[in-house]
T-cell receptor
Framework: EADIYQTPRYLVIGTGKKITLECSQT?????MYWYQQDPGMELHLIHY???????EKGDLSSESTVSRIRTEHFPLTLESARPSHTSQYLC????????????FGSGTQLSVL | GQSLEQPSEVTAVEGAIVQINCTYQ??????LSWYQQHDGGAPTFLSY????GLEETGRFSSFLSRSDSYGYLLLQELQMKDSASYFC?????????FGSGTKLNVKP
C-alpha cells in the first residue's frame, strides 16, 4: 500500500557538500512531510507541503530547503552539509481529507563527516 | 502548543500483554494515531481512534478517552518481532505531532 520512495537509503558525505534527498509518491497525495529523527528519539517536523508550489517550515529549525514542483515529488536539499546534519530523514505523505494516517518512506540515513 | 507524553521504555516477556500509555495536551484534537518503528526502519501505521473507546486490529488494540486526554496501545500475545518503538501522534493545525516514543523490549 505504501508507494512512497526515498533515495538514497544511505549517504555518507564530506562537510560542505551540497546534497539532495529524493522523495516520490505515486498515490496522488497532496500533503507531504519531511521529518528528522535521531536514533531512538522522536520525530521532528522540518518541512511540509499542502500541494504544488506550497512549502512550509516545520517546528524544528532546519538549514535545509524543499521544493514542490510536482505533486509526486518533494525533494529536500542541504546547500552545505555539516556533521550536525547527521541523522535519519523520513519523508511522508497524507491522503486528502484524512487526519489519521501518514505513509512513510524507508528513510535516508545521512552521515556527514 | 502540542505535548504528547509516553513512557520511554517498557519490557515484557513473550506471550504476555503490554500496555503503552499516551497522555496529550493539544489545543485542538481530531484523534490519536499509533505507529510502530523497528530499529533503522520507517514508522508504520498501526491504529487510529477518532472517537472514545476501543479499536481492535488483531493482536493490537487502541483506546482513547477524550475527557482524560489519554490513550493507550495494547499488545497481546507478544512476539519477539514486536520489539520496536511505538509512537502516538495527533493531527492538529494541518500537521502531525508525535510523542517521544516508547521502546518495547520483548524477552523470551
Amino acid at each position: 500500500e505504501a508507494d512512497i520512495y526515498q533515495t538514497p537509503r544511505y549517504l555518507v558525505i564530506g562537510t560542505g557538500k551540497k546534497i539532495t534527498l529524493e522523495c516520490s509518491q505515486t498515490m496522488g497525495h497532496d500533503k507531504m512531510y519531511w521529518y528528522q529523527q535521531d536514533p531512538g528519539m522522536e520525530l521532528h517536523l522540518i518541512h511540509y507541503s499542502y500541494g504544488v508550489n506550497s512549502t512550509e517550515k516545520g517546528d524544528l529549525s532546519s538549514e535545509s530547503t524543499v521544493s514542490r514542483i510536482r505533486t509526486e515529488h518533494f525533494p529536500l536539499t542541504l546547500e552545505s552539509a555539516r556533521p550536525s546534519h547527521t541523522s535519519q530523514y523520513l519523508c511522508a505523505s497524507q491522503r486528502r481529507g484524512t487526519n489519521e494516517k501518514l505513509f512513510f518512506g524507508s528513510g535516508t540515513q545521512l552521515s556527514v563527516l | 502548543g502540542q505535548s504528547l507524553e509516553q513512557p520511554s521504555e517498557v519490557t515484557a516477556v513473550e506471550g504476555a500483554i503490554v500496555q503503552i500509555n499516551c497522555t496529550y495536551q493539544t489545543s485542538g484534537f481530531y484523534g490519536l494515531s499509533w505507529y510502530q518503528q523497528h530499529d533503522g526502519g520507517a514508522p508504520t501505521f498501526l491504529s487510529y481512534n477518532g472517537l472514545d473507546g476501543l479499536e481492535e486490529t488483531g493482536r493490537f488494540s487502541s483506546f482513547l478517552s477524550r475527557s482524560d486526554s489519554y490513550g493507550y496501545l495494547l499488545l497481546q500475545e507478544l512476539q519477539m518481532k514486536d520489539s520496536a518503538s511505538y509512537f502516538c501522534a495527533v493531527y492538529n493545525f494541518n500537521k502531525f505531532y508525535f510523542g517521544s516514543g516508547t521502546k518495547l523490549n520483548v524477552k523470551p
